[in-house]
């Protein structure tokens, strides 16, 4: 009598879990998982299987788990969501760095490091963390970011030198509560990007940013409410430096921490860059902040100058939900 108890019990137990999973699936497009309870095992079998050019947005959940991966989205697989179980335990990593060699000895380069090459337009990315856990070994890209409208949010990205780059030349990109932390440039290139709400860990010294924004485009890199922390010693980061003569980088209301030298920015060794880069601050607070002390060919932003720093302005009418 008992084992036909337990039986029946363990029955309704597993009927129960496989109507969960049926339901998460029903959900979402697809789910990785890499115990082989989803659709998929990998993330780069899910993106394989999204529809070229598909005209609704297609929801790729991925369990928690560590997937070593050196990801592609091309370009025609536009309006991909990737969604993570939780934003500490779903981890998208690799480890490939620039001076590491090809099959024909040559060195990978800065953008062949990069773990996740996403090039689709209109991707964005929930509760998960990218990583190159590569090292302090040089240029080290854990995400490089080419597509159109793009959004993360509660996203982490972990690196050291290179960890973010924001490649695409008119890309406008969003993020928001989303933790960023590096050394050297670890946030850099040349997109439109706007970071609400995110922290900025800086490890060792170096520089927040390094933007090469074009000429043409009004605004390169936003930072809103957000706040930089670090274990890098006190003075050892600078908010910027320009890659490009044309850098544009504005923190508005941001707490900066004592990590940042109190001049703000850097020339890149440069000075005729001093006259060509856009480096401003909007009622900064915190330690590293220090209007009188900063170089003075960075702006302290007017309230009616800081006023038009809106998502609508800076994305060129575009509102990311």
């Not at 991909?80 to 024909?104: C, P, R």
Request: aromatic share 14%; charged share 20%.
């Amino acid at each position: 009598m008992k084992n036909m108890l337990f039986l029946r019990l363990l029955f309704i137990v597993l009927l129960f879990a496989a109507n969960a999973v049926k339901a998460q699936q029903k959900q979402y497009d697809f789910v990785v998982a890499k115990d082989g309870s989803g659709n998929f095992k990998t993330v780069q079998e899910a993106i394989n299987a999204v529809p070229a050019l598909r005209k609704q947005t297609t929801t790729v959940f991925i369990k928690n788990g560590i997937y070593k991966e050196k990801l592609t989205l091309p370009t025609n697989k536009t309006m991909v969501k990737f969604i993570g179980e939780n934003v500490g335990k779903t981890i998208i990593t690799y480890d490939d760095y620039h001076q590491k060699k090809n099959q024909f000895g040559e060195e990978i380069g800065t953008s062949g490091s990069a773990g996740f090459f996403i090039y689709g337009n209109d991707f964005s990315a929930e509760n998960i963390t990218f990583q190159n856990t590569a090292g302090p070994i040089g240029q080290a890209v854990a995400v490089w970011t080419s597509g159109d409208r793009m959004i993360f949010k509660n996203c982490r990205f972990l690196g050291f030198q290179d960890t973010l780059y924001t490649f695409g030349y008119g890309s406008r990109q969003y993020y928001k509560n989303c933790y960023i932390e590096g050394t050297v440039d670890f946030i850099f290139g040349s997109s439109t990007a706007v970071f609400e709400d995110c922290e900025l860990f800086c490890k060792k010294n170096g520089f927040v940013t390094a933007a090469s924004t074009p000429d043409s485009t009004k605004y390169g890199y936003v930072f809103l409410h957000c706040k930089i922390t670090g274990d890098a010693p006190e003075g050892s980061f600078y908010l910027g430096r320009p890659w490009r003569p044309y850098a544009k980088v504005a923190y508005l209301n941001c707490d900066l921490g004592k990590q940042i030298n109190l001049k703000g920015w850097n020339n890149w060794g440069n000075a005729n860059n001093e006259k060509t880069a856009q480096y401003a601050e909007y009622k900064s607070t915190g330690p590293g902040a220090n209007a009188a002390e900063r170089v003075n060919w960075a702006k302290q932003l007017t309230d009616e100058e800081a006023k038009q720093y809106t998502l609508q302005n800076i994305f060129r009418g575009w509102k990311p939900d």
